[in-house]
């Protein structure tokens, strides 16, 4: 059973980072892509960034480019978003989910497993 682990969020002010980490467990990940979505109340899932798990290519929602970066630890099974010059509207709860097939995806419906979402707050 794949299981993923997400932690890092919590509380920083605008211009600040964070740096999320997700665990992954339960399987062989090589074919899998990583990707990492958030949710405001009232709204869709939003997709942020994605990244295979050979760690190339990576894909970024426009809102982040530049200031997120997605990266993966083949040792550890591990994926990370490091996320600098953060502003209020990137004020959500973060999630990390797996698809298991090759293709990159900005439907969170293709992607089959997912974490129990981690809360990122942004001050200003």
């Known amino acids: 059973q794949v299981q993923l682990v997400e932690s890092g969020g919590g509380l920083v002010q605008a211009g600040g980072s964070l740096r999320l980490s997700c665990a992954t467990s339960g399987r062989t990940f090589s074919n899998y892509v990583m990707g990492w979505f958030r949710r405001t109340p009232g709204k869709e899932r939003e997709f942020v960034a994605a990244?295979?798990?050979?760690?190339?290519?990576?894909y970024y929602a426009e809102s982040v480019k530049g200031r997120f970066t997605i990266s993966r630890d083949t040792a550890k099974n591990t994926v990370a978003l490091q996320m600098n010059s953060l502003k209020p509207e990137d004020t959500a709860v973060y999630y990390c989910a797996a698809k298991l097939t090759s293709g990159h995806s900005y439907n969170s419906q293709n992607y089959a497993y997912w974490g129990q979402g981690t809360q990122v707050t942004v001050s200003s």
């Open positions: 990244v295979s798990w050979s760690g190339a290519p990576t």
